[in-house]
């Protein structure tokens, strides 16, 4: 199976290529820029291997939340390579994308969590939030619409998931000890986030990356569940593009 996927979510612009198992890919963090550096990447990734569009059986792509900028130019990337080539696309969550990346990181370090939650920089004094339990992540892109992504300051993040923590304990639902980690930029932001309740250990830098997306949208290609390109649509979460002073209109929202 031959799939690519592409991230520019983020500050990190990156293309991943999986011929018959077997990964390439281009990564490179620049503050701007990404529209030139793509379309190379996947340039190089396609001749290296000798393989043209159609020989592909999907792309996926980082569908956000993230910059903007940086989901609409994947989604648009992906939207005119699929069309061109007749070939169905897979979205994937920029934060599940964090997550998986955080799983193989707490991994190499000797840890198995049970849980990660993932706080990407929002900017504006906020966060792109959600909570990954270790044990749905490899189907995170065949359930990409389940995923409850939000955005909320630090003190909304923090008062949300005490509360989650205590409920679950008076419930008893926390019948076993779990093993929760924290990823994503957000942290890195927010240095207060790290206090969470409950969080073992937090990686701040780990940013999404092609390379866990292409793992994530491996599953929903392999059972059929890509998507028409003209589908292939950035997920904002956030509806404003700036803050606007309450004289002013209200913000457009982005379609």
């Keep these: 199976m031959n799939v690519l996927a592409l991230d520019t979510s983020t500050e990190a612009c990156s293309a991943a290529l999986s011929v018959a198992g077997q990964l390439s890919v281009r990564e490179v963090e620049a503050p701007r820029g990404h529209a030139d550096l793509l379309l190379p990447m996947i340039d190089e990734l396609l001749d290296e291997a000798g393989l043209a569009l159609s020989n592909l059986q999907a792309i996926a792509f980082a569908r956000g939340p993230g910059s903007f900028t940086g989901v609409r130019l994947a989604a648009s990337v992906v939207q005119g390579l699929a069309f061109g ?72 993040v923090t008062e949300r998931w005490a509360e989650q923590t205590v409920a679950s304990t008076t419930a008893g639902v926390i019948a076993q ?79």
Aim: glycine share 8%.
């Design 85 to 156: 080539a007749g070939l169905p696309v897979v979205p994937v969550s920029t934060l599940a994308a964090v997550a998986l990346r955080a799983l193989e990181t707490a991994r190499n370090d000797g840890l198995e969590p049970n849980e990660i939650w993932v706080c990407n920089d929002a900017r504006m004094g906020e966060v792109y939030h959600a909570v990954f339990a270790v044990s749905d992540l490899a189907q995170a892109a065949t359930h990409s619409g389940g995923v409850a992504e939000s955005v909320s300051s630090p003190r909304v």
């Design 177 to 255: 000890p779990r093993l929760v980690i924290g990823a994503g930029h957000g942290y890195r932001a927010h240095p207060e986030l790290a206090a969470l309740p409950g969080l073992t250990k937090v990686y701040p830098d780990l940013l999404p990356r092609a390379r866990e997306v292409l793992a994530l949208a491996v599953p929903a290609v392999e059972a059929g569940l890509g998507i028409d390109p003209t589908q292939a649509v950035p997920i904002y979460v956030r509806d404003q593009v700036a803050k606007i002073p309450e004289c002013h209109s209200p913000a457009t929202r982005v379609v």
